[in-house]
């Protein structure tokens, strides 16, 4: 039988290892969530700037 102290242990080693997971996949999305962005304000001004010139002709 395993004692309360080793099912303690247990839980918080597979506790820790969860936030770990969790944590790494926050920083993909973290990179992910950063590059969308950077595409979208390059669409952005993109279509500002097709619209300017438009305007001018």
């Given at each position: 039988m395993v004692s309360?102290?080793?099912e303690l242990?247990?839980?918080e080693t597979a506790?820790?290892?969860?936030v770990?997971?969790?944590q790494s996949?926050?920083?993909e999305l973290t990179l992910?969530?950063?590059a969308a962005r950077k595409e979208l304000?390059?669409?952005?001004?993109?279509?500002?700037?097709?619209a300017q010139v438009?305007?001018?002709?």
């Open positions: 309360l102290s080793e242990q247990a839980r506790a820790r290892r969860h770990e997971e969790l996949e926050a920083a992910r969530l950063e304000s390059r669409l952005e001004i993109t279509r500002e700037t097709v438009l305007a001018e002709l």
